[in-house]
C-alpha cells in the first residue's frame, strides 16, 4: 500500500507540529506528545484526559476543545502513550477539581493510564477516577484486551463528559455519567482489506479479494469469522444483529 509520508519514523512529531500549526488555540507540548486545550488548566473544572496509539485519527486529540477533552496523550501508532506521557498531562490538566481519565480497554492503555493516575496522586495529591470504554462486541477478549474493546463509544464519552464537566459538575458525577455512557453503548466493525502501519510497509493480515472480516478490531485484531464478501445489506444485517442481541 501506497503511503504519502516523510520518514515513517517521524509520522507522530510531524502529525503533532501540523495539529499546532492548523489549531493555534490549541496549546502541543511536542516534548511529551500531548494536546491541550489552550486555556489548560481550567480551575474549578474537572480534567478530563484520554489518550492512545496513533493512527487512529482524529482520535483523541482532535477532540481537545471547550466542552471536550482537555488533554490528549498521542501515543506512538498503534502503541499506548507511556505512563511518564500521562502522568506529565494529568498534572497539566488539575485545575482543582480532580481528573477524568477516559480510557479504551486495551491492556497497554488500560495498565499505563493506571499507574500514571496513581503516580499523579503519591506526587500531587490530585484525584484521579478511570472510567474504561468497552463497547466492542465482536469478541469478549483479544490480543490486546480481556474483555470487550473500547471503540466508537468512546468519542461520545468524551462529549458527553466534556459537557457536564463545562457545568462543572464533581470529579464523581462526571465519572458515573462516563460510565452510564458505556453502559449503553455497543459497536462492531468489519473489514475490507488489512491495514499496513508506516513502520511495517507491510499488511497486518492477509484477506483475500473476495473475502471480509466480520468483528476486526480497530489495530487488525481478529474478528469473530471471515466470510465471503456479501452485499451492503448483508453486511448490515450481520454487525446490527449483534450489536443488538
Not at 489552550?38 to 484526559?49: I, S, T, Y
Not at 481537545?64 to 497539566?92: H, R
Not at 459537557?163 to 466493525?189: D, F, H, I, P, T
Not at 466470510?227 to 442481541?245: D, Y
Request: charged letters at 25%; proline letters at 4%.
Amino acid at each position: 500500500m501506497k503511503k504519502l509520508i516523510n520518514d515513517p519514523a517521524d509520522v507522530v512529531s510531524e502529525a503533532l507540529r501540523g495539529m499546532a500549526a492548523a489549531h493555534p488555540e490549541l496549546r502541543v507540548d511536542h516534548a511529551h506528545k500531548v494536546i491541550y486545550r489552550g486555556d489548560a488548566p481550567v480551575q474549578g473544572k474537572v480534567g478530563l484526559l484520554a489518550g492512545g496509539g496513533s493512527g487512529h485519527e482524529p482520535l483523541h486529540g482532535g477532540f481537545v476543545g471547550s466542552g471536550m477533552l482537555d488533554g490528549a496523550c498521542a501515543g506512538e501508532v498503534f502503541t499506548s502513550p507511556v505512563p511518564d506521557q500521562i502522568l506529565e498531562a494529568t498534572k497539566n490538566v488539575d485545575g482543582g477539581a480532580g481528573v477524568l481519565h477516559i480510557v479504551k480497554n486495551y491492556t497497554g492503555d488500560v495498565m499505563n493510564f493506571e499507574m500514571a493516575a496513581e503516580l499523579a496522586a503519591s506526587e500531587t495529591g490530585v484525584e484521579v477516577v478511570s472510567v474504561v470504554t468497552d463497547d466492542d462486541v465482536a469478541v469478549q477478549d483479544s490480543l490486546y484486551t480481556a474483555g470487550r474493546r473500547g471503540v466508537g463509544i468512546t468519542v461520545i464519552a468524551e462529549k458527553i463528559c466534556g459537557a457536564a464537566a463545562e457545568e462543572r459538575r464533581s470529579l464523581a458525577e462526571v465519572a458515573e455519567l462516563c460510565r452510564k455512557v458505556n453502559g449503553q453503548g455497543r459497536s462492531m466493525g468489519m473489514a475490507l482489506t488489512p491495514c499496513v502501519t508506516p513502520g511495517s510497509g507491510q499488511p497486518s493480515f492477509e484477506l483475500a479479494e473476495d473475502e471480509m472480516e466480520i468483528g476486526i478490531g480497530i489495530h487488525g485484531e481478529p474478528g469473530r469469522h471471515r466470510e465471503k464478501l456479501t452485499s451492503a445489506a448483508g453486511v448490515v444485517e450481520r454487525l446490527a444483529t449483534a450489536v443488538v442481541e
